[in-house]
């Protein structure tokens, strides 16, 4: 299918120029051993379609005429929660049983792909139609580390107060913690931070949250830490 990719929306952390990766798929700016997000998971690569680009087609400017882009009725469960199309979405639903928890070949359910596009309504919907919030990819993925990595807070919130793991960890150690310090989401740390994350977990490098933050410059981050830490100290003098 041709098309133009289509970028994930940005989440609540400063914006920032996505670099480019390095030679082992990494960011050039991220110290070694620094806990890498699977980058396919928010590439919209085989498998899931292209969002309708904005830009003039070529035959919208008189060209040559353009290939048609597949239709909303020939995508897939995954594909739909990928994109934020509810009413097909619904309609898919309605056709089977455990639709709603099944994974794909990556072992990815739609509730995944939602988080990881930050598609709020289509996750309240799912998780309303039964969708498992603590199901786990393949490679330990889940939907709470997804939505941490892309800094989408409100899914965040609404993952935790279905009492997911707030210290679930991937297959390199990565966290939800950690993968929000690392891409430097502010408002995405403190609610992890406000309903418990462990700030002394660290990744498979030996990378703590806090580490990671001053590794990579992040000073919001690092203050928002500190002064998570000095209320904790502050509490147990009390007690």
């Known amino acids: 299918m041709e098309g133009e990719a289509a970028e994930p929306p940005p989440g609540d952390g400063d914006p920032q120029e996505v670099p480019k990766k390095g030679e082992n798929g990494s960011d050039p700016k991220d110290p070694p051993g620094c806990p890498q997000p699977d980058r396919d998971i928010l590439d919209q690569g085989e498998g899931i379609p292209l ?8 035959r919208q400017r008189g060209n040559q005429i353009s290939a048609l882009p597949a239709t909303l009725d020939t995508l897939s469960i995954h594909q739909l929660a990928a994109q934020g199309e509810l009413s097909q979405l619904r309609e898919h639903l309605q056709k089977g049983e455990n639709l709603v928890n099944k994974p794909d070949e990556r072992g990815f359910t739609p509730l995944l792909w939602a988080a990881a596009f930050g598609e709020i309504e289509t996750v309240r919907y799912l998780l309303e139609w039964g969708a498992d919030p603590h199901v786990l990819a393949k490679e330990r993925e889940s939907a709470l580390s997804l939505a941490s990595m892309g800094g989408y807070t409100d899914i965040v919130t609404m993952l935790l107060e279905r009492n997911v793991d707030i210290n679930i960890y ?38 703590t949250p806090m580490d990671l933050a001053v590794a990579l410059g992040h000073k919001k981050v690092q203050q928002v830490m500190e002064n998570h830490i000095l209320k904790l100290f502050q509490k147990k003098e009390l007690e």
């Open 170 to 207: 991937d297959w390199n150690g990565g966290t939800p913690l950690l993968y929000a310090v690392r891409g430097n989401h502010v408002k995405c740390v403190e609610a992890l931070l406000a309903r418990g994350a462990d700030l002394t977990t660290e990744a498979d490098s030996g990378y």
């Open 51 to 58: 969002k309708h680009s904005n830009t003039l087609t070529n």
